[in-house]
């Protein structure tokens, strides 16, 4: 039997005996456009394709369970925002974002801006320890050079930004892409400057920096599928 066949047989017992009456195997047909072109080296299988929505279907699961825990913490510490911030138009958010790393502003404001990094956290490279001497994609490549850039600058994501779309209303946003590293940067600029205003300790900082909004959990190990 393979993954793609199933086997079948027909018992027959006794008080004393069983033997098989009949056997066989049914295979799965692998028809239709995607089976052609796997065969054809240019699809997908179809085990890759379940892999990739199974992927999509956990990162959604995660994100819901961080935002639950965040939207807990944020009740507890009376940081939730209202209807009216939650509905805040995305200009209106933008400079919100690039104003909290300036100057003071409202513990439900910085509310809103948590929930707001908590659905956009960045790229992040999945590379082990041992593959990181290895050359970046153009992709990863320009993720890091935009990081830079916005560094060289003295801006935050956010700034950077709010800056852009000041000037086009149409900039795209998401075609722009910064790592990880760049969003937690802001976080903690962000934090940093509304630390005493707002009476942050460092204990709720450090708890929806690192166990909740910028949580990773560690990578599997992949020890029981190497062989000496």
């Known amino acids: 039997m393979g993954s793609a066949s199933i086997g079948w047989a027909v018992i027959e017992e006794s008080d004393n005996s069983a033997k098989i009456v009949a ?17 054809e080296g240019k699809g997908e299988s179809r085990n890759a394709l379940r892999t990739k929505a199974r992927t999509a279907r956990k990162g959604y699961d995660r994100y819901q369970l961080r935002r639950k825990y965040l939207v807990d913490a944020l009740v507890k510490n009376d940081m939730m ?3 009216s911030l939650k509905g805040l138009p995305k200009m209106q958010l933008w400079e919100l974002r690039s104003k909290a790393v300036l100057r003071n502003i409202s513990k439900q404001e910085l509310g809103r801006l948590l929930l707001w ?16 001497d290895k050359k970046d994609t153009e992709y990863v490549a320009d993720v890091k050079s935009r990081h830079e850039m916005i560094k060289e600058k003295g ?39 509304q630390k005493e205003y707002l009476g942050l300790t460092d204990e709720l900082i450090a708890k929806l920096r690192n166990e909740i909004i910028y949580y990773q959990r560690p990578l599997k190990s992949q020890k029981g599928i190497v062989f000496a």
């Open 23 to 39: 056997m066989g195997s049914r295979i799965i047909p692998y028809v239709g456009t995607e089976g052609q072109d796997f065969a």
């Open 81 to 83: 925002p209202n209807e």
């Open 117 to 132: 990094l908590n659905q956009k956290r960045g790229y992040k490279s999945s590379r082990s320890d041992a593959n990181l």
């Open 155 to 193: 801006l935050t994501i956010g700034q950077y930004f709010c800056n852009e779309l000041k000037v086009d209303e149409y900039f795209r946003v998401k075609e722009n892409i910064f790592p990880r590293e760049a969003y937690v940067e802001e976080f903690d600029t962000i934090c940093a400057k």
